[in-house]
């Protein structure tokens, strides 16, 4: 079935609600375009990280390996990516340090879970630990960077309004995201190798009766997926915030998990979903600090509202989404399960 | 050119402690039905792993269409020509039926999957064949029999040439079945060779052209349906005459064991045990007959202690019992073989001789105080595996690895060596092969001559009229006919199953008054 018709399908409530915000930023952008552009940019930016890490955590949950180790895999990734920056002055040496860093610890994920068996989830936490265990002693305070990604405007689109601040005026990494987020939903359902993905996520003794390689299907799969939270690690240091402190992942990589159920494993749905969370971020930080005088009255009440009531919002709808409200979400059907050829 | 699109010469396989295939040799022609029958452990399904390259054989050729082959997995049993389509369906449930079709072997323009060209081949082979299917229906909406078409026109995909179907049947409805059959014989017309595998008798007969049974690992012999009968077969399944008609002398009814009056179970406020009374008697067997679904899954557990009913008395031995509670209930001497082994007869996991002491484990001699004596245990379980000829390892095999058969055989051991007064039998040989199914009712046989009251609940109208004294018909939870065995007949029974009237309804008291109106 088109994933287009199943994406309109299930999830009718939320497109209705996009929609509808969609209008609100419009209105809000004819009272003061600057702040609307600003709100819009910042959502966009803090967007990043989580959508690579959802990608990573669902090529890897479609073929049946649950990540929970993204977190660990985004610290580390950020911290090699710091550290060859810091020495080398390379940005583009740095980037690839960090998706090297980011698959490296996927294959190492794999092995626990598919050569291992490990229960998955421990696997994850091994990551972690291991991550946070080896920035925290090998960070020195006082390096100093030469330098972080620029932004680049794309001429023309940079000028159409809303949209041109929003999405043609960002960085290179930034760009990169915007692009795989595509290049994965056309892999994951236009193509041979996703459809045998998702098989092996499903049913793996099906698969693995018309003859493919169940084990080898998902080491690739969570090692490339590790890549792209490496490259999540490298955003952060390179592009985003340009230095490194210590745990400066804050919690992302399980945000980031939040934001792949809430998208339903769908590349397209959770960027959506990690533009909200995005959103309700960058909208909190704006509303704090605002003062009274430049909210337009009808949305005074919005000020009233302690600031970290908007931020919770995201994980609220996460928990609702969890919770069976609005439609079932349903993972893959052998998701955490290790596969055992007879 | 050979006149055997496969053959299979002298194909041995060893498992830890088990001959699975001893020097099995095995042909098809193409363009017919060779029926592979067997009980469960005879080698059937290893012997196929083999040719469909799941399992590799320690001895022994393959060949196809004349040229010797080796198969090291099932992309290369595909190359060849052999398609499987197993029991338990290879099925992506979320996928369609055209994706699940291309899945490993994808139909592609440039990088994309081309899904138009998937559906247009489904539909082409869909008419060729006479299997309609819709391509683009999610596998799981799709009935039982539609998926088990689309496994076969998988195999048909990959060009198959000889097809194995594994236990097909199973899973159909009897118009299900038909409707198989037909399409086997179409693709026999078509020159595609099939290996039927399964231990149905009646089935073998109606389409095998060749029938090979094997028994222990061993090919015994290959025949012809217009050569042999079901009573020739299950012979050769099980290594001796087997009676299928089990043989029982005449009932002694003694006193009343069980009683049940006015029981009523409900489920969301709907009966679905209605005003139930029943009598069982010591040394007689009570066969209570129906369709599954009208009640006696719920009369079941609300006699054996699993169920609180809303309303009714049971009474075991003279003694008013209270419900949902089992042990109190098997303390006085209740028996239970339940519907579902696997849930609720056995724990899967634990060894045979846990198993079997299930119901006694608390008492002496398998515990002392609050000491478990382990060497008890296994001694008691050494001695049933060998009065009850269950095959195993070891007492200290996991229960799961025993065959269907020797599972309920477990189950039969641990219920039939305490003490007992009464019998729940319910659909005791579900799932079973013949050699197994002769020997329960063997033995439930002999615990009614020994006198105990037997109540067998089963769907199978065979059964209950080759083992019960009397006969119950339930139908939408009631009781609408009870008759001496010896004056019931199976068209008359069915009638009453189905919930209509027929003549000689009932002695004592009726129950059908107003209830059997359809």
Redesign the interface.
């Known amino acids: 079935m088109n994933p287009w018709r199943t994406l309109w399908h299930y999830n009718r409530g939320k497109v209705l609600a996009a929609a509808a915000l969609v209008v609100f930023v419009v209105w809000a952008y004819t009272r003061d375009p600057q702040i609307v552009e600003a709100v819009l940019a910042s959502s966009l930016r803090l967007s990043i990280p989580l959508i690579l890490g959802a990608l990573c955590g669902l090529i890897g949950e479609r073929s049946g390996v649950i990540n929970i180790g993204i977190e660990g895999q985004m610290l580390l990734a950020a911290f090699v990516a710091f550290l060859v920056n810091v020495y080398t002055g390379n940005l583009l040496l740095a980037t690839l340090s960090g998706m090297l860093v980011g698959a490296v610890l996927g294959f190492f994920l794999a092995f626990m879970s598919v050569t291992l068996r490990i229960d998955q989830i421990i696997g994850g936490t091994v990551i972690n630990m291991l991550a946070f265990g080896l920035t925290g002693y090998f960070y020195q305070v006082g390096l100093v960077t030469k330098g972080k990604f620029a932004p680049i405007p794309i001429p023309g689109l940079a000028d159409i309004p809303i949209l041109g601040a929003m999405f043609f005026r960002n960085p290179p990494l930034t760009y990169l995201t915007l692009l795989l987020i595509f290049v994965v939903q056309f892999w994951l359902f236009y193509t041979p190798w996703g459809l045998r993905t998702r098989a092996v996520g499903e049913h793996p003794r099906a698969a693995d009766t018309v003859g493919i390689d169940v084990y080898k299907m998902r080491y690739l799969n969570v090692t490339l997926a590790g890549s792209l939270a490496g490259l999540a690690g490298a955003y952060l240091t390179l592009e985003a915030v340009g230095s490194f402190e210590r745990a400066m992942t804050n919690g992302q990589g399980f945000v980031a998990l939040a934001v792949m159920i809430f998208g339903r494993w769908n590349p397209i749905l959770a960027w959506g979903a990690a533009l909200l969370f995005g959103f309700a971020t960058a909208l909190q930080t704006q509303l704090q600090f605002m003062n009274a005088a430049q909210i337009p009255a009808s949305l005074l009440w919005l000020k009233q509202i302690p600031h970290q009531f908007i931020g919770m919002l995201p994980y609220l709808l996460t928990i609702i989404v969890l919770a069976g409200v609005g439609g079932r979400t349903r993972p893959p059907a052998a998701v955490g399960q290790p596969y055992v050829k007879e | 050119m050979s006149e055997f699109v496969l053959e299979v010469r002298g194909i041995t396989k060893r498992f830890p402690g088990v001959l699975a295939n001893d020097h099995v040799h095995f042909d098809l022609r193409p363009g017919e039905v060779h029926a592979l029958l067997g009980e469960n452990g005879a080698g059937k399904s290893t012997l196929m792993n083999i040719i469909y390259g ?1 399992y590799q054989p320690d001895e022994g050729e393959i060949r196809v269409a004349g040229q010797p082959v080796h198969i090291r ?3 290369d049993a ?1 190359r060849l020509g052999i398609g ?1 389509v ?1 029991q338990h ?8 039926v055209a ?1 699940n079709l ?5 139909v ?1 323009r440039g ?3 081309d899904l138009e060209r998937a559906r247009q081949v489904v539909r082409h082979l869909s008419e060729e064949y006479g299997l309609q299917v819709d391509p ?1 229906a ?1 596998v799981e909406d799709l009935p039982v029999g539609v998926q088990q078409r689309v496994e076969i026109l ?1 195999a048909l995909y990959r060009e198959a040439r000889i097809l194995i179907l594994d236990e097909p049947t199973a899973v159909l409805t009897p118009q299900e079945v038909e409707d198989l059959f037909h399409i086997m014989h179409n693709l026999k017309a078509r020159g595609v060779g099939i290996i039927f595998i399964t231990h149905k008798l009646k089935e073998v007969l109606a389409v095998a052209d060749r029938i090979t049974v094997m028994r222990r690992g061993k090919v015994v012999g290959t025949t012809v349906p217009a050569e042999t009968d079901e009573r020739g077969l299950a012979a050769m399944m099980v290594g001796r005459e087997v009676v299928l008609e089990v043989e029982k002398g005449p009932a002694h009814p003694g006193e009343v064991v069980l009683e049940v009056r006015d029981l009523r179970v409900e489920e969301h406020g709907v009966p679905v045990v209605d005003g139930v009374s029943l009598q069982v008697r010591a040394g007689e067997i009570l066969g209570l007959a129906g369709v599954q679904g009208n009640g006696q899954t719920e009369l079941a557990e609300a006699l054996t202690g699993l169920r609180r009913p809303q309303q009714g008395t049971l009474v075991l031995n003279g003694e008013e019992m209270p419900f949902e509670d089992a042990r109190v209930l098997i303390e006085h001497g209740l028996a239970h073989i339940p519907e579902d082994r696997q849930k609720h007869g056995l724990v899967m996991p634990f060894s045979v001789a846990d198993n079997m002491v299930l119901c006694t484990y608390y008492k002496p001699p398998f515990a002392r105080g609050l000491q478990r004596q382990p060497q008890a245990i296994l001694e008691n379980a050494e001695r049933l595996i060998e009065q009850f000829d269950v095959r195993t390892s070891g007492p200290l095999a996991p229960v799961a690895t025993l065959s269907g058969g020797n599972q309920q055989k477990v189950i039969v051991a641990r219920e039939f060596s305490r003490p007992v007064r009464f019998l729940l039998a319910n659909q005791p040989t579900r799932g079973l092969d013949v050699g197994s199914i002769e020997y329960i009712h063997k033995r439930i046989i002999e615990m009614r001559d020994q006198g105990v009251g037997v109540l067998l609940i089963s769907a199978e109208l065979d059964e209950i009229l080759s083992l019960a004294d009397r006969i119950a018909v339930m139908y939408e939870g009631k009781i609408v006919a009870e008759v001496d065995a010896v004056e019931a007949d199976k068209t008359t029974l069915g009638i009453w199953m189905a919930g209509g009237q027929a003549q000689g309804a009932g002695h004592g008291t009726t129950r059908s008054a107003g209830a059997a109106a359809s």
Do not use: N, Q, S
Not at chain 2, 102 to 106: N, S, T
């Open positions: 799941l997995g099932p992309h595909i499987m197993h369906f290879m099925l992506i449930p979320v996928f369609t994706e291309i899945l490993g072997a994808e592609t990088p994309m999957l683009d999610r998988k």
